[in-house]
């Protein structure tokens, strides 16, 4: 059974930097791809960023590109989202998730991490 755990949210000033983190769990995720996704109070769950645990494919929303960097190490089956120049449109909970192959459905989530932004 896939366990993902993400950690790293909080508050931060708005200009700040933040590292999330999603510990992987329960099976080899070979052909996966990872996804963080984020939702804000009101307003639909977005992707903003994927990654394909294998090849190491990335996928970034336009709204992050530039400021936002996924990245996964294999040895620690951990994915990093790495968010830089964070602004107000930025605060959200911050989901991982899985899915078995590029296209599929993401059918394995985490608890969801808060990020807030202070201006």
């Known amino acids: 059974q896939v366990q993902l755990v993400e950690s790293g949210g909080g508050l931060v000033q708005a200009g700040g930097s933040l590292r999330l983190s999603c510990a992987a769990s329960?099976?080899?995720?070979?052909?996966?791809?990872m996804g963080w996704f984020r939702q804000a109070p009101g307003k639909e769950r977005e992707l903003v960023a994927h990654?394909?645990?294998?090849?190491?494919?990335?996928y970034y929303a336009d709204s992050v590109k530039g400021r936002f960097t996924i990245s996964r190490d294999n040895a620690k089956i951990t994915v990093y989202l790495q968010m830089n120049s964070l602004n107000p449109e930025d605060p959200a909970v911050y989901y991982c998730?899985?899915?078995?192959?590029?296209?599929?459905?993401?059918?394995?989530w985490g608890q969801g991490t808060q990020v807030t932004v202070s201006s």
């Open positions: 998730a899985a899915a078995r192959r590029i296209h599929a459905p993401y059918d394995n």
């Open positions: 329960g099976r080899t995720f070979s052909n996966y791809v």
């Open positions: 990654i394909s645990w294998t090849c190491g494919v990335t």
